[in-house]
């Protein structure tokens, strides 16, 4: 039945962006996700449409002949939210990677799905403007991908998420309709008129629609960054800093936390850094005009005085720059805490409430400890969103089996201190187990609607604990 | 020396996709497997025998431009270009190549491209044949017709060679000057092979130009090629024994530096500490060698004084080599000499950071995408308006040569080496000040 699939595929899509050889398959069985690393999923073909015309194209021919969809961006997930689990077709949109237009004038820009984030913000400088939801990924992941998974980062503890920046969706709907959210016409900032559809299909995952065009709203871009960084001997400590500064009433731009284990990973991948290894290590980011941040700067290390003995602070753009550097690496120094381990992603992005992160942070400390695995943590901390960082030794059975549950229990660690599995990466496959105890009812709810929109289950089956 | 083989390093890849944006082939055709993530996954795959070697993936392989931009873009250094040289040489294992393409390839590797004398014998020829009047015989009987059309348009790009009689070897030894400059020290040339054969000019240009910059200047006989092509295409042995003839030839000399014109070159020398990880007995020898390596922009920027330079209030543009700006890590160098210019307007060119199709001899085996590649590229240099595209390596050099033809600027746009360019400005300034 494939062969006939992609012999009609071939006739309406360019032939060589129908794929089908055995090496092309297997390099669409993955995602960043520890579960594909382990098992990978290979789909029976690929496309790469470069037009809404081709995708619906895809979705029509889907349903045809009943074959599961997979919308895709740069698979830069953690959860194998995009892997064809169930073979089929994977729609691989990262080269639909255009910008539309520039609304400089209404503040908003339309784009492709494709497009990387810190590509399009590269392009929207010279315009004064920027795009704010700014995942770790930034350089890699697509805005596409970013919506699919309601994606936020570094700095979402002051701009929030990407769903408070979009106006409007153009998508492609299970069933092949296309229709356009937030008004066929709209230019407008904001809108109450009618049923929110975009924000349903924001953090969908790919299970509602694909996402073929994008109307975001865009804010004038900070001339000034300034950092405070800082060290305390105690976690909760650190966290009496952090409601330090809320007090001082600055909202900063970032709050950022690494534990002693991620501090000791960036020290040993940059030891000019010098980095105080104590329990914890936090680093403030604020922005605006030069003079703004100059005085918030000082703000908070006034704040933070009583709290901590060691504080690093500047404004100075390249000062700022070095002091941020051991914020930038953490993410790939942690990989340096074991030799010959790679980092795994498992429990990586749980956010539990602001009272309670000194309790988290101890107990997954604990739970590593008790499975003898190197864990190192560091999150965004002013909400609560941890990032921990299991190093293994993948090729080692006994290994991979300890992590997964030791990632089992940090899953539930998160749920019983009030928190969530995932407050960034998305559920995918990987979080799928516990939807039905973070969500209870509201599961159904979501089940019902997935099956109203999407009858013969095409799109992304078999993911966030929906129907199969 | 890096901290994890190409084996290791093959593990350490978590797929994150931090390599996706970097890689111009990927860029082209948005397959995965075009991308380094990908190539990970099937050298992985074929390396473990869970893939066979078949000619499915032999093409993969050799799909990848080797340009390292993925290794500079990758949080944890996997070495995306050693890994699928590892997968290239199991496919070669297995597959034996036709007896004409062996013997073609032993006669170019072993007996042509290590023998100076005898690649200086084919400049010659191809002199004869650029001068004789065979030339335009062979393009008026189309016999060029027969050649695929990425080697048609290499040929017409070639440079012109200079005559025998002007070919003459380098001068051994060029005193720094000292009247405008302090002395900066004390280097040697790497002259290549290739480029001292097609590019004397820029080579005689590089002695000056060090030479004016403050440099006394060597450049000793018996080196020889710095062994790139020939360990790209899995002749290991020959490379062996290049490195360590380059070795002991430059170790003789009590200098402070060895530089390079050539991206690619450098890039191959820098290496060579890498070549003997396991050859204890040389492998410190091959460090002290790698650590004296230095571009020639990047010397005269951190160690030396250019003299004024004065342009011709051209506009130039800048195409990076990926070897240059990957492998020996020389990122800002060439555009801060070009800043230093006097009457020159630079434009930074997009997307420089992709190479640009050329990848030693890519362009001639994978002619559809180095086309493709290159063909975008000339879209960039066209939105900077430049008069000028500068690179730093030979093959660079002859890809946008290709490139302008291909697109029809040949009488709008030149193709310089940034040695040339700078040699020629400090001249032009030179002759401003005598009679001005």
């Known amino acids: 039945m494939i062969e006939k699939i992609i012999s009609e595929l071939q006739r309406v899509i360019d032939k060589e962006r129908v794929l089908w050889r055995k090496t092309d398959m297997m390099t669409y069985a993955y995602d960043a996700s520890f579960a594909t690393q382990l098992e990978p999923k290979e789909p029976e073909a690929v496309v790469i449409p470069l037009s809404t015309d081709e995708v619906q194209a895809c979705v029509q021919l889907a349903n045809k002949y009943q074959v599961p969809l997979y919308p895709r961006g740069a698979a830069t997930g953690q959860t194998g939210g995009a892997v064809p689990i169930k073979g089929g077709i994977v729609l691989d949109m990262s080269k639909m990677d255009r910008i539309i237009e520039v609304d400089d004038e209404n503040f908003q820009v339309i784009v492709e799905p494709g497009i990387i984030q810190a590509n399009l913000n590269a392009a929207l400088k010279k315009y004064g403007l920027f795009f704010p939801p700014d995942p770790g990924s930034s350089k890699m992941c697509t805005v596409g991908g970013m919506i699919s998974n309601n994606s936020s980062g570094l700095r979402a503890v002051k701009y929030g998420v990407t769903r408070q920046y979009v106006l409007g969706l153009e998508i492609v709907l299970p069933t092949g309709e296309v229709i356009v959210t937030g008004g066929e016409k709209s230019r407008a900032l904001k809108s109450v008129s009618g049923y929110d559809l975009a924000h349903l299909m924001i953090g969908s995952e790919g299970t509602l629609g694909i996402v073929t065009r994008i109307r975001l709203k865009l804010l004038p871009l900070p001339p000034a960054r300034g950092i405070v960084l800082c060290s305390f001997p105690k976690i909760e400590q650190a966290i009496e800093g952090v409601r330090a500064v809320y007090h001082s009433g600055i909202i900063p731009s970032a709050i950022e936390i690494m534990d002693i284990y991620a501090t000791r990973a960036a020290n040993k991948m940059r030891p000019d850094l010098n980095l105080p290894e104590t329990e914890a290590l936090l680093l403030f980011e604020v922005d605006g005009n030069k003079d703004i941040v100059a005085l918030q700067v000082k703000t908070i290390s006034e704040a933070l005085k009583s709290h901590t003995d060691y504080v690093k602070f500047s404004d100075d753009p390249e000062q700022c720059e070095n002091l941020w550097q051991s914020r930038k690496i953490v993410g790939a120094a942690v990989g340096n805490l074991k030799p010959g381990g790679i980092r795994v992603y498992g429990g990586e992005d749980i956010c539990v409430p602001f009272s309670r992160l000194p309790e988290a942070i101890r107990r997954i400390h604990e739970i590593t400890n008790s499975y003898n695995i190197v864990c190192g943590i560091y999150g965004h901390v002013g909400d609560g969103n941890l990032h921990t960082a299991p190093i293994i030794d993948i090729n080692n059975q006994q290994e991979v089996e300890k992590a997964k549950q030791m990632i089992e229990e940090i899953h539930h660690l998160a749920i019983e201190l009030g928190g969530t599995t995932t407050a960034e990466h998305g559920v995918g496959i990987v979080r799928a187990p516990y939807m039905e105890i973070e969500h209870g009812q509201a599961l159904d709810v979501m089940r019902r609607l997935k099956k109203t929109l999407d009858p013969n289950n095409i799109l992304n089956p078999g993911k966030m604990a929906l129907p199969t | ?436």
């Open chain 2, 1 to 436: 020396m890096k901290p994890l083989t190409p084996e290791q390093s093959m593990y350490t890849c978590v797929r994150c996709g931090a390599c996706r944006d970097a890689c111009p082939t990927l860029d082209i055709t948005g397959r995965e497997a075009d991308g380094p993530r990908g190539r990970v996954l099937m050298a992985r795959s074929l390396l473990e025998d869970r893939i066979p070697v078949n000619a499915e993936i032999e093409e993969q392989m050799s799909r990848c431009l080797l340009c390292s931009a993925c290794v500079d873009a990758c949080p944890v250094n996997v070495q995306v270009p050693e890994i699928v040289m590892l997968a290239k040489e199991k496919i070669a294992e297995h597959k034996k190549s036709p007896f004409l393409v062996r013997t073609l390839k032993r006669f170019f590797f072993n007996h042509l491209l290590p023998h100076p004398r005898r690649l200086q014998f084919l400049g010659h020829l191809l002199w004869l044949y650029q001068q004789s009047g065979l030339r335009w015989l062979v393009h008026k009987l189309g016999i060029l017709k027969l050649f695929p059309d990425s080697a048609q348009q290499m040929e017409a790009v070639l440079p012109d060679l200079l005559p025998p009689s002007e070919r003459k070897p380098l001068p051994s030894f060029t005193p720094g000057c000292s009247e405008q400059n302090k002395r900066a020290g004390k280097v040697a040339l790497f002259r290549g092979c290739i480029m001292d054969v097609m590019f004397r000019e820029t080579n005689r240009h590089s002695i000056e130009l060090l030479a004016r910059s403050g440099f006394d200047v060597v450049v000793p006989d018996d080196q020889v090629c710095c062994g790139a092509l020939m360990y790209h295409n899995g002749q290991k042995d020959t490379t062996l024994e290049l490195a360590k003839k380059n070795i002991e030839v430059f170790e003789k000399l009590d200098v402070d530096y060895i530089i390079s014109n050539a991206g690619g070159c450098g890039a191959m020398l820098k290496e060579y500490e890498e070549l003997f990880r396991h050859e204890p007995e040389w492998l410190e020898r091959a460090r002290a060698f790698c650590h004296k390596i230095r571009d020639i922009s990047e010397v005269i920027v951190e160690q030396g004084t250019l003299p004024k330079a004065v342009g011709n209030g051209e506009t130039v543009t800048y195409q990076p080599s990926c070897h240059l700006q990957y492998v020996m890590q020389v990122k800002r160098a060439p555009e801060q000499l070009l800043s230093r210019v006097a009457n020159l307007h630079y434009r930074p060119l997009p997307e420089s950071n992709l190479c640009c199709g050329s990848a030693g001899i890519y362009n001639l085996l994978q002619p559809k995408m180095a086309g493709d590649i290159l063909h975008k590229k000339m879209g960039y240099v066209k939105e900077t308006s430049a008069h000028v595209i500068i690179t730093a390596n030979p093959g660079c050099l002859l890809q946008m040569k290709a490139g302008v033809h291909s697109e029809g600027l040949q009488n709008s746009v030149k193709v310089v080496h940034i040695v040339d360019l700078l040699a020629e400005s400090v001249e032009r300034a030179e002759k401003q000040a005598s009679t001005g």
